[in-house]
């Protein structure tokens, strides 16, 4: 049973790795590149010493890297 947005991409990842998870003009990502880049968004917050559940707003154009910072903030 999925318990987050984030069970659902790394449940994706494992059984679609190579299938486009996310498609722009400029290209696509698969889910196993979403979710690097999304854990790698993880990695920096963490490393930023945010306080549990801190605020972390997200302004950009609405292009694949918008998702992986949707998906690293969650």
């Known amino acids: 049973m999925l318990k987050s947005v984030l069970d659902y991409l790394e449940q994706s990842e494992e059984r679609f790795p190579g299938k486009a998870a996310v498609v722009d003009i400029s290209?696509?990502?698969?889910?196993?590149?979403?979710?690097?880049?999304?854990?790698?968004?993880?990695?920096?917050?963490?490393?930023?010493?945010?306080?549990?559940?801190?605020?972390?707003?997200?302004?950009?154009?609405?292009?694949?890297?918008a998702f992986a910072a949707f998906w690293g903030t969650t």
């Open 27 to 65: 290209g696509c990502d698969t889910y196993r590149e979403l979710a690097d880049k999304a854990r790698r968004v993880g990695t920096f917050l963490v490393g930023k010493k945010l306080e549990s559940n801190a605020v972390v707003a997200v302004l950009m154009d609405k292009k694949r890297d």
